[in-house]
């Protein structure tokens, strides 16, 4: 597994590194033979708190991102290396059901493009901009592997092919906590 450890406005040293190493070695190895890699970042906030973000990328698309904030940086990462943890365990037999199911050559790719925001010239200039994001691969999922995979990757919204009906859904998280369902052919 390759890792990644940075810090933001703070000086990682080796005694930290060596704590990351060892503890996402020991917790990715129980569940995926060889992740292909990770990155934790450690941020000191304004407020002299801590938080560290963990992002594996274990593959076929699979992204799990988990983050904590303490006092300290270890204790900020030994929760979120929980949360880590917890999840794997969680959706660890989901995970091998959805790598037999995936086809992988029916990926599609999107494109997200910018648009200049039109203004009258009495409206408010604090208008959100319309911000573009890189290309991505739509894959092809049932809902119940989206809904994994919004959950594993702690997103707030994912979009895929329905292979059901073709069309393309998103699976995002309401604010009562509980996941939405957006099916525009309206096929269940």
Not at 19 to 44: C, G, M, Q, W
Not at 123 to 146: K, R, W
Not at 162 to 181: E, T
């Amino acid at each position: 597994m390759q890792l990644t450890v940075k810090g933001n406005h703070l000086d990682v040293g080796d005694s930290l590194r060596e704590h990351v190493r060892v503890n996402l070695s020991n917790t990715a190895e129980k569940y995926f033979r060889d992740p292909i890699n990770a990155t934790v970042v450690f941020t000191k906030e304004k407020n002299h708190r801590y938080l560290a973000l963990i992002s594996i990328h274990v593959g076929s698309g699979i992204v799990l991102e988990a983050q904590s904030e303490a006092d300290d940086p270890y204790p900020a990462f030994d929760v979120a290396s929980q949360r880590v943890a917890k999840r794997l365990s969680r959706y660890k037999d989901k995970l091998r059901d959805h790598h037999r199911n995936e086809n992988t050559a029916e990926k599609l790719t999107a494109a997200y493009t910018t648009f200049a925001s039109e203004m009258d010239e009495g409206e408010d200039a604090t208008e959100p901009a319309i911000i573009a994001e890189m290309e991505t691969h739509v894959p092809t999922l049932a809902v119940s592997d989206a809904v994994m995979r919004l959950e594993l990757g702690d997103m707030p919204a994912l979009l895929f092919k329905n292979p059901a009906g073709g069309a393309y859904n998103m699976v995002y998280r309401r604010k009562d906590g509980n996941i939405g369902w957006v099916d525009p052919a309206g096929k269940k």
